[in-house]
C-alpha cells in the first residue's frame, strides 16, 4: 500500500508511523514551535529509507542561513539522493541539492516547478517562501502563494500556514489591509502559528502604528511565544515599537529579557540583538557590555561568508564592541564572498553586503560622508541581500544619521522630510525634521 500525506502526495520509503512524524514535523515547522528536526529525526531512525523525511530534515537545516546547517543539509541530500522516489520526490531532491549548495536562484526554480504540479505540496511552499525570503523577493513571497491558492480550502491541513505566508508577502508588497486580514485569519484557525502574528506586527510597523503593534504582540504572546523557536524575533518586533515611541527602558527590558536572556547563538536571534542594539546606539544611546557578549557570540561565524546579511549584522556587533581585529576578519570574508564565494551569496555580497559593511565600519569611525556614499544610491538594490523591509529600515536610520553628523544639510532634509512622510507620528521623524530646519 502507497503511504500518502495528509495532502494526498506520495511518500516513498514510509510507514504510517513515519507518515504520522512527518506530519507532526510539518506541523511544528509551520508554527515555528517545539523541535520539528529532533521529530523528523526519529523517524528516520525507525525507517531510514524515508525519502521525504530526509528531504524535510535538509530543508530544516538549510533554512537556517548558518554553515553548520548547510552542511547538515547536504548530509540529507546525499542520503536521500540514493533511496527510491517518484517524479515529485526527485524535484524535491534536486532543489535540496541547490539548497544545500547555497544556489537559492536554482532551488527556487526547482520549487516552483514541483509547484505549478503540486500545487498542494505545502512542504515546497514553506521551503521556497523562506528561501523567497533570504532573496528579497517581495514578489514571490506574495504570488508564489497566490498562485497556489485556487488549490486550497479552509479545511485543508496547513491552510493557516498558506495564509499566514501569503499575509507576509502582501505585506512585503504593500498589501497592508489584505495583509492583516490574512494574518488575522492564520491564527484565528491555528492560534500557534507564529507566523501570521509575525506578518500582522510587520503591518502594523509599516503603517507606523506602534501602539497597536504593543497591544497585538504583548495580548497574543502566550500563544506564540512558548516552545518557539521564532519567539526572539516576535519579541524583537515588540521591542521595535517600544523605540519607536522613545521607551528606551521597555526596549532594554525587552532586550535583556525575552530577546537575550538565553544568549542564543542562532543566526536569526544574533540579527536581531545587533540590529536593536545598532538602532540605540545610532540615537547615542549608552548600551554598556551588551555589545560585547554579542560581539563573542558572533565570532564563530566570521569565516563562514555563507550569507552577507547575517555578516553585515555581525559587523554591526564588532564596530558597537570596538573590536578592530574582528572588524577587519569580517571585512574580509565579506569582501571574499563577493570575489569568489558560492551560489546566491556571491551576488549578494558583492552588490549589497559588501557596501552595507563598509558603511557600517565608516559609522563606527566617524567618516561620515563615506556612510553617505556608500548608502545613498544602495536603498533601491538593498533587497538583493534579503530581509524584510522593517529590518532592511536600518539602512535607511544609519544614512539618515550619516548626514546629520556629516552636516549635509541639503540631503539631511532631504531625508528628514522623507521620513516624516512614511512616519508622521514618529517622535525620532520628527526631531529630524526640526533638527533639519534649524539647520
Request: hydrophobic share 45%; net charge negative; charged share 25%.
Amino acid at each position: 500500500m502507497t503511504i500518502k500525506d495528509a495532502r494526498g502526495l506520495a511518500m516513498s520509503g514510509a510507514d504510517q508511523a513515519a507518515a504520522d512524524a512527518f506530519e507532526a514535523a510539518l506541523a511544528e515547522f509551520q508554527c515555528y514551535v517545539g523541535n520539528p528536526v529532533g521529530t523528523i529525526e526519529a523517524a528516520l531512525q525507525a525507517q531510514p529509507g524515508f525519502t521525504m523525511g530526509h528531504v524535510l530534515r535538509g530543508y530544516l537545516y538549510g533554512s537556517s542561513s548558518e554553515a553548520p546547517g548547510m552542511r547538515e543539509a547536504a548530509a540529507s541530500f546525499e542520503a536521500a539522493r540514493a533511496l527510491p522516489a517518484d517524479a515529485r520526490e526527485r524535484q524535491h531532491v534536486a532543489a535540496l541539492a541547490a539548497l544545500a549548495a547555497g544556489d537559492f536562484a536554482a532551488a527556487a526554480q526547482r520549487w516552483e516547478a514541483l509547484l505549478v504540479e503540486y500545487p498542494r505540496d505545502i512542504l515546497a511552499l514553506q521551503i521556497a517562501h523562506l528561501v523567497d525570503f533570504f532573496r528579497g523577493d517581495a514578489r514571490n513571497l506574495r504570488d508564489r502563494i497566490a498562485r497556489r491558492l485556487h488549490a486550497w480550502t479552509k479545511a485543508d491541513p496547513g491552510y493557516h500556514a498558506v495564509l499566514s505566508m501569503h499575509a507576509f508577502g502582501l505585506e512585503e508588497m504593500g498589501e497592508y489591509d489584505r495583509a492583516e486580514e490574512r494574518g488575522r485569519e492564520s491564527v484565528s484557525i491555528n492560534p500557534r502559528d507564529g507566523w501570521g502574528y509575525h506578518a500582522v506586527a510587520h503591518v502594523l510597523e509599516m503603517r507606523n502604528q506602534p501602539e497597536d503593534g504593543i497591544r497585538w504582540l504583548s495580548s497574543t504572546s502566550a500563544k506564540w511565544a512558548p516552545e518557539s523557536f521564532f519567539k526572539v524575533h516576535n519579541w524583537w518586533h515588540l521591542a521595535l515599537y517600544h523605540l519607536e515611541l522613545d521607551q528606551t527602558d521597555a526596549v532594554l527590558k525587552l532586550y535583556d529579557g525575552p530577546i537575550r536572556s538565553e544568549r542564543s547563538a542562532v543566526a536569526l536571534d544574533l540579527i536581531d540583538a545587533s540590529a536593536m542594539l545598532w538602532r540605540l546606539y545610532l540615537r547615542g544611546q549608552d548600551v554598556g557590555d551588551r555589545w560585547r557578549e554579542v560581539a563573542d557570540t558572533w565570532a564563530a561565524t566570521i569565516e563562514d561568508g555563507v550569507y552577507a546579511f547575517n555578516d553585515a549584522h555581525a559587523l554591526m556587533a564588532y564596530v558597537g564592541a570596538g573590536d578592530e581585529a574582528r572588524i577587519r576578519q569580517q571585512l574580509a570574508t565579506l569582501r571574499r564572498s563577493a570575489e569568489a564565494g558560492d551560489g546566491s551569496n556571491r551576488a549578494m555580497a558583492r552588490d549589497v553586503g559588501v557596501p552595507v559593511g563598509e558603511a557600517i565600519v565608516a559609522f563606527g569611525q566617524g567618516r561620515y560622508c563615506d556612510v553617505v556614499e556608500r548608502l545613498q544610491h544602495l536603498r533601491p538594490i538593498a533587497s538583493r541581500f534579503g530581509g524584510s523591509h522593517a529590518q532592511r529600515d536600518l539602512l535607511d536610520l544609519t544614512l539618515i544619521e550619516a548626514a546629520r553628523r556629516a552636516g549635509d544639510r541639503n540631503l539631511f532634509a532631504a531625508l528628514a522630510s522623507e521620513r516624516g512622510s512614511s512616519r508622521p507620528r514618529s517622535p525620532l521623524a520628527r526631531r529630524y525634521r526640526e533638527a533639519a530646519q534649524a539647520a
